[in-house]
C-alpha cells in the first residue's frame, strides 16, 4: 500500500501567520489517466473531515483562498495564509491514485 | 442540499454485530460511490473501503475483509456497514463520505464494544 507521510506531526502558529504541510508519498500518485489524485483535509475538533483541495491544487466549493495547494510526483504541500482561528485542527492528506486509498497520519496545527 | 445522516451512537459487547446506515439526499444516489472510514479514538483516518453503488459490489482494504460487510438499499438511498463478532480495537468512530473523491461525509458513528 502507499505510504503517505506527513510532515510536520504538529504546528503552532499565530494568527494571521502561515502554515505549510508537507505529504510526501512512497511511489508516485500520477495516475495512468495523468492526473494526479492527491487531496487535502481539515478536521476540525469534534467534526467530520471536510475537503480542502482535490487534486493536488483545485479548491473544493466554498474554500479560501488562503488555503493552496501544489506539488507533483511523490511531493506535495499544503500552504495556509493568514491563518484564522476557524483553520485549527487536523490536516490530512489522502491519495486515491492507487488501491487501497491511504491516508497521511495527519498534522495538528494549534494556536501559538 | 447534500447530506449524509448516519446512525447514532452503539455499545455493543465483543462477539456481538451491529450494522451502522448512512442516509444519503439531496443527489442521485446511485451516481456516486460511497466509501467507509475509521477512526478509533484520538487517532487518524483510516480507509476501509467502498461500494459501487450502481452494482453494489463492495471493495474492502487489507484490514477489513474478514468481520466487514458493506451494502446497500437502493430504494432508500441509504448505505450499510456491518460489522460482525465485534472485538475491543473495533471501538471507533465510523464515516461513511460521498464519491471517488470523497467531498461529502456523514457526521459520523461512534461504536463502543466493551464487556
Known amino acids: 500500500d502507499v505510504v503517505l507521510t506527513q510532515t510536520p506531526v504538529s504546528l503552532l502558529i499565530s494568527l494571521g501567520g502561515q502554515a505549510s504541510i508537507s505529504c510526501r508519498s512512497s511511489?508516485?500518485?500520477?495516475?495512468?489517466?495523468?492526473?494526479?489524485?492527491l487531496h487535502w483535509y481539515l478536521q476540525k475538533p469534534g467534526q467530520s473531515p471536510q475537503l480542502l483541495i482535490y487534486?493536488?491544487?483545485n479548491r473544493f466549493s466554498g474554500i479560501p483562498d488562503r488555503f493552496s495547494g501544489s506539488g507533483s510526483g511523490t511531493d506535495f504541500t499544503l500552504k495556509i495564509s493568514r491563518v484564522e482561528p476557524e483553520d485549527l485542527g487536523v490536516y490530512y492528506c489522502?491519495?486515491?491514485?492507487?488501491?487501497?486509498?491511504?491516508f497521511g497520519a495527519g498534522t495538528k496545527l494549534e494556536l501559538k | 442540499q447534500i447530506q449524509l445522516v448516519q446512525s447514532g451512537p452503539e455499545l455493543k459487547k465483543p462477539g456481538e454485530s451491529l450494522k451502522i446506515s448512512c442516509k444519503a439526499s439531496?443527489?442521485?444516489?446511485?451516481?456516486?460511490?460511497m466509501q467507509w472510514v475509521k477512526q478509533a479514538p484520538g487517532k487518524g483516518l483510516q480507509y476501509m473501503g467502498w461500494?459501487?453503488?450502481?452494482?453494489?459490489?463492495?471493495t474492502y482494504a487489507d484490514d477489513f475483509k474478514e468481520r466487514f460487510v458493506f451494502s446497500l438499499e437502493t430504494s432508500a438511498s441509504t448505505a450499510y456497514l456491518q460489522i460482525n463478532n465485534l472485538k475491543n480495537e473495533d471501538t471507533a468512530t465510523y464515516f461513511c463520505?460521498?464519491?471517488?473523491?470523497?467531498?461529502?461525509w456523514g457526521q459520523g458513528t461512534l461504536v463502543t464494544v466493551s464487556s
Open positions: 487534486q493536488v491544487s
Open positions: 463520505a460521498r464519491g471517488t473523491t470523497p467531498a461529502y
Open positions: 489522502l491519495q486515491r491514485t492507487h488501491n487501497p486509498y491511504t
Open positions: 511511489q508516485s500518485l500520477v495516475h495512468s489517466n495523468g492526473n494526479t489524485y
Open positions: 439531496g443527489y442521485t444516489f446511485t451516481d456516486y460511490a
Open positions: 461500494i459501487n453503488t450502481q452494482t453494489g459490489k463492495p
